[in-house]
């Protein structure tokens, strides 16, 4: 297999094949209402929630525990497991139909970014700077970074690639961690401490870049094209900050990302442009499919865009101030956490309620992911939890 069909199968599967039990289960859900009928502010109340809809029936299939975590460490499936981290250090490879350990190591640093895997290997940035890759439970190597990174390594064609936080992506060969190039772009005086984006499209790696997505050449690093998301027009630096933030929502060669702060936008990776782009006040990233984009607002509303135009297709305001993460579209339903630990499963089609879930109380510490046809979240304690549909 060469470097860039691994590029190529690292791409998140299209959400169509996807999640047919949450369609099902949805649209039973959708069917009876019709019948029937990132973060807000510690300092503004968050909105009160009635009792919970029950219009869409869902299990807890497991638990794990990984140790407390961030918004830095989301879990990620990957070839029927889930990998995750602590920020104590503790790496975790689970079975993604049972939760049961695959295996278990522990860093001797603190975690600062990651998990990125390509089902086989994983890796991680430590406090330290240290890009860590691991395999079958035990490290293979560590190389020392130049630089900070809040974003989770890029696993794909026997390479490993990082997004740093002075904007710079580099590349490492996966079995060695030899340096294979760098690519930088201009710097600015203020960085976001938070994820960016990185990801593989076809033979393309594609980087957030300040406000731009970036089309890199995976083997050489050379830039193909970039196309603006948003522009800083800010008073001052921290206003001019619109780096692209993660998760991004991929289907086929539509990219569609959320600037920070700025805009949410469609990108056209096959042609490097820019298909449309929207002002929004997130903070988050987004998620969708092929007829829809999802995001969450900085005050807690939930939007979706037409994928195609851009057009805004509804808003949902009852979770307003709940410092909501970025959310995850399976089947016909969004799912969404909140700072207050309740996992929020809303109608694809007009952003209602279908069901609410709880997990320890903390906070849902990044954007929930689909491991197998489980929903799963990770929360700032470091609980894992996998719920399915009945």
């Known amino acids: ?81 889930v990998f995750a981290a602590g920020t104590s250090g503790t790496v975790v490879a689970l079975d993604a139909a049972t ?28 406090l330290n700077n240290d890009l860590v890759t691991m395999a079958d439970g035990r490290e293979l190597w560590r190389v020392r970074l130049p630089a900070r990174s809040f974003t989770a390594p890029l696993v794909a064609g026997d390479r490993v690639f990082v997004l740093t936080a002075d904007r710079t992506v580099r590349a490492f060969d996966g079995q060695t961690g030899a340096r294979l190039w760098t690519q930088s772009r201009p710097a600015e005086p203020l960085v976001l401490s938070q994820s960016g984006a990185l990801l593989a499209v076809g033979n393309m790696l594609v980087a957030g870049l300040s406000g731009r997505l970036a089309g890199l050449d995976p083997n050489s690093g050379a830039v193909r094209w970039e196309a603006p998301v948003a522009t800083s027009r800010g008073t001052n630096e921290i206003e001019r900050l619109v780096d692209v933030v993660g998760p991004v929502s991929r289907v086929g060669d ?3 990302v959320r600037a920070y702060s ?41 939007l979706a865009w037409q994928r195609p135009s851009g057009e805004r297709a509804w808003e949902a305001d009852r979770l307003k101030h709940r410092g909501l993460s970025a959310p995850l579209a399976v089947g016909r339903v969004v799912v969404v956490g909140d700072q207050l630990g309740q996992v929020h499963l809303l109608s694809r089609e007009d952003g209602t309620e279908m069901t609410r879930l709880s997990a320890d109380g903390s906070a849902i510490s ?6 197998g046809d489980a929903v799963l979240v990770q929360t700032r304690n470091g609980g894992l939890y996998a719920w399915r549909p009945q």
Do not use: Y
């Open 262 to 302: 700025a805009a949410v936008g469609c990108v056209d990776a096959a042609r490097g442009t820019v298909v449309w782009t929207r002002p929004a006040q997130g903070v988050a990233g987004v998620h969708g499919d092929d007829r829809l984009v999802f995001s969450t607002e900085s005050d807690g509303r939930v």
């Open 1 to 81: 297999m060469n470097a860039t069909d691994s590029l190529h199968g690292l791409a998140p599967a299209d959400p169509r094949r996807v999640g047919q039990r949450w369609v099902a289960a949805a649209s039973l859900a959708v069917a009876l209402l019709a019948v029937g009928c990132s973060s807000g502010s510690p300092r503004v109340k968050p909105a009160d929630l009635p009792p919970p809809a029950s219009l869409i029936g869902t299990r807890l299939a497991w638990t794990a525990q990984v140790g407390a975590s961030s918004a830095t460490l989301a879990p990620v499936a990957m070839g029927g497991r």
């Open 99 to 126: 939760g049961r350990d695959v295996w278990r190591l522990t860093l001797n640093a603190p975690i600062a970014a990651g998990v990125g895997s390509d089902g086989q290997r994983a890796a991680v940035v430590t």
């Open 366 to 371: 990044a954007a929930p992911i689909l491991a």
């Open 254 to 256: 539509s990219v569609c």
